[in-house]
């Protein structure tokens, strides 16, 4: 589907079709296009239920499995439904640039997964480093230090973890059907539960079937990661140790982290425009980009992970008898690096909430959505805010330049750049 110059004039059935979730990448690499969704568009015939449990999980990211493992610890009787948890489909690289933030530590503890997550660290972050073409990097050492996380091996940590602690995992897609709020599952069956939990990231289409997505305000940009491996010596030179580089230029940004093995990239462009010619254009306002020969880009983009569109919206993360969890209650903007953070501290406050519930007596989960958004909703106020200050800043690469250049002769400017993107 091309994205162009009548793209203002997009109507409301083609900007439903641009949400229905992964993208064909092939389209999105060279025409800037994308479609395809993992349960299809055709509505949802009515059906039974035959199959029960206390939860359902909608999607095993990082916040699906996290509540998945932490409900399930708690002895709630959970199923998850994940169709990407065979080798093949988790070895599918998923859109995200591997940064996990430093303030995620507390939640993490709290849903009891800090040696999953230690254990798929493959590196320190320790500094962070702003760029635009013209400008001297603004780099500055982190309030919190950071890890690199590989989601490939991120993600099917918790998950395995989530089936330790009792939860069952379902290697299917599945849908909500909002009417009589059951679940179908890809292969047809029927589930009922006291509470569904909506985790299918970005553009959910749990969120859409259930009328909480903003129909109609979904954003323009849209994001990919790729990785350049080590071996090619070209690349070492691209990133500092230890370091999260963000290279701004017109069109979109690039983020940039190292481990032992690569140098991971993800982008957020424009749509109506390429990765190819995002990337090029971020190699005109960044010479060391250069270093990258085409086919060295073209063998990185082929297990590319592709999401968006960017900001996704919502109204509302929950309505009754659901929860919407990470990416699918709603994303703002990747530059500040705390999508896993949201999705952990969401899932913490989560399961507060169901404790509570449990410890009160309370005869089912129906008082758990109403307490969740309230909570959230307090919780989540200040960074949501930030968030927004930083993607429109970050969407005006010139007004950053002249704020890098300020930035050398004020240091309060600096900190307040850096702590406004990173905190
Ligand atoms: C360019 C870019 C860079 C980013 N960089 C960072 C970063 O450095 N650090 C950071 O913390 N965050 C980053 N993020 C954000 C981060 O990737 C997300 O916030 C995070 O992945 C949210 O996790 P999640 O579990 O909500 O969603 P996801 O990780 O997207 O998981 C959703 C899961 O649901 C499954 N699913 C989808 N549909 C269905 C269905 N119908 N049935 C069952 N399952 C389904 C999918 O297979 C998937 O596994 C970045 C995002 C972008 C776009």
Redesign the pocket.
Known sequence: MPIGADRRRMSAYRREKMCD?AFVLENLINHGAMSEN??GTQPLTKHAASNRARVIV???????GAAASSLAALGVDTVL????CDAEHASRM????????GRSASSIAALGLERCVRASASAEIAFTSIECAHARPLRSPLALRGMVVR?DVL?PAILNHARTCGARIEPL???FDASTRTVRASDGSVWSAELVIG????SS?VARDAGLARTGEQGRRF???FDFPLENPAVAQLVDANTVHMLVAVGGYL?LVRDETSVHA???FDAGISVREAWMRLTRAFERLEAISPKALSAALENAGG??P?PFRTRAASSEGLVL????AG?IE?FT???????FEGAAILLNVVRASLSRGERDLSAVPARYEQQRRIAFAASERRCRRVAWLAARPRLLRAALRASTVSPALARALVTSATR
Do not use: Q, T
């Open positions: 979730a993992l349960v909608i999607g095993g990211g990082v916040a699906g439904f994940e169709p990407r998923k859109c995200c640039g591997h940064c996990l933030h989601r993600d897609s599945a849908r985790a299918d990231g970005i289409r994001g990919i990661a983020g993800a982008m957020l999401a968006g960017i969890l990470g990416d699918a994303y990747p690096g705390d999508g896993m953070a949201c999705a």
